[in-house]
């Protein structure tokens, strides 16, 4: 009956990073009114993989550069507000790149983004092995070392040092593939080592499945925004052993149903936007269904925010 409803009257699907998690307008309420106490507060008890979501949105939402620096006070201020500033600071970067490929950015944002991206890397090295926050702190900074090209030996230390915590940082395993991909600092190869590798643990983690998607999807996107061969891309997301490698990803993670929703979204995510985007809309459903209001920055800042809610009523125009 419920998804009856849902196909007969489709709801309005906005993007909304307030609603990665409950507590993220509180959060930058507080961040705002320089309420620290609270804003800690507000963090305490929370899982891993809350953390990520939560600090997944309040990134998103805050504009102000210097908004975390009396918190953060020169690396002295408590680990929440070096991860915080840090992964804000990083969100600035990209923000102040913009999009595009890399020649067609201006110096003037070039300067301006690595400026940001020193600030985020300052704050988040300190914290690397803090037993609550190192990891995400590890997730963010893995993306900081992409956009300041340093070297593999750098980035792999980061990795493994975010590997030695108990939970699986999907963002953070997302930005290192992303990194190793052709684009920056790897090639088409390596990046699918890297995500075949991890996912072949996704009987444990079915989370990992999604970075074979992420893969595909970084492939495909090579060849229509790099190579510029819309016949090539197109090809390439109607393959059915491409949609065939997508399917037993992601079986794992449908097969889930004894776990807090929120330690999947990601993974939910990036099968909704690579399944939609493949045209395989029937396929992105139940992924839909899994993600609720709690759309995440990527894929969709790459697929389209624009393209968000149509993808949505497609999906679920196959619901029964």
């Not at 805050?62 to 975390?68: A, K, N, T, Y």
């Not at 969100?91 to 201006?106: I, N």
């Not at 190579?227 to 037993?248: M, R, V």
């Amino acid at each position: 009956m419920r998804r009856l409803i849902q196909k007969l009257f489709p709801i309005s699907y906005p993007y909304r990073p307030a609603l990665l998690h409950p507590r993220v307008s509180n959060v930058v309420h507080h961040l705002l009114q320089q309420d620290h106490k609270e804003v800690t507060n507000l963090f305490d008890g929370l899982s891993s993989c809350e953390i990520s979501l939560l600090n997944e949105g309040v990134s998103e939402l805050v504009q102000q550069d210097d908004l975390l620096d009396s918190w953060f006070d020169d690396s002295n201020g408590p680990a929440l507000s070096c991860l915080l500033r840090g992964t804000i600071m990083l969100k600035r970067a990209w923000y102040y790149r913009g999009w595009g490929r890399g020649e067609d950015v201006s110096d003037d944002r070039f300067g301006r983004m690595y400026w940001a991206l020193d600030m985020a890397l300052n704050s988040l090295a300190p914290i690397v092995d803090h037993p609550k926050y190192g990891s995400e702190a590890c997730a963010r900074l893995i993306k900081v070392q992409k956009g300041l090209d340093a070297s593999w030996d750098d980035i792999d230390a980061v990795l493994n040092q975010m590997w030695s915590f108990e939970n699986i940082n999907l963002i953070g395993e997302t930005n290192y593939l992303i990194a190793s991909c052709e684009k920056w600092l790897g090639s088409h190869d390596k990046m699918f080592q890297f995500a075949k590798d991890r996912a072949s643990y996704r009987s444990d983690h079915p989370e990992l499945g999604a970075l074979l998607a992420v893969a595909h999807y970084e492939r495909h996107m090579y060849l229509e925004r790099f190579d510029e061969d819309q016949t090539a891309a197109d090809k390439y997301k109607s393959n059915p052993a491409i949609i065939d490698d997508l399917l037993s990803n992601r079986s794992h993670l449908l097969e889930t149903t004894n776990s807090p929703k929120d330690s999947y979204v990601f993974a939910h995510n990036i099968f909704a936007g690579v399944l939609s985007e493949f045209g395989q809309y029937e396929l992105a459903m139940p992924h839909f269904e899994a993600i609720g209001s709690s759309a995440s920055p990527y894929p969709w800042h790459f697929i389209g925010i624009h393209r968000l809610q149509h993808m949505y009523n497609k999906a679920m125009s196959y619901a029964s």
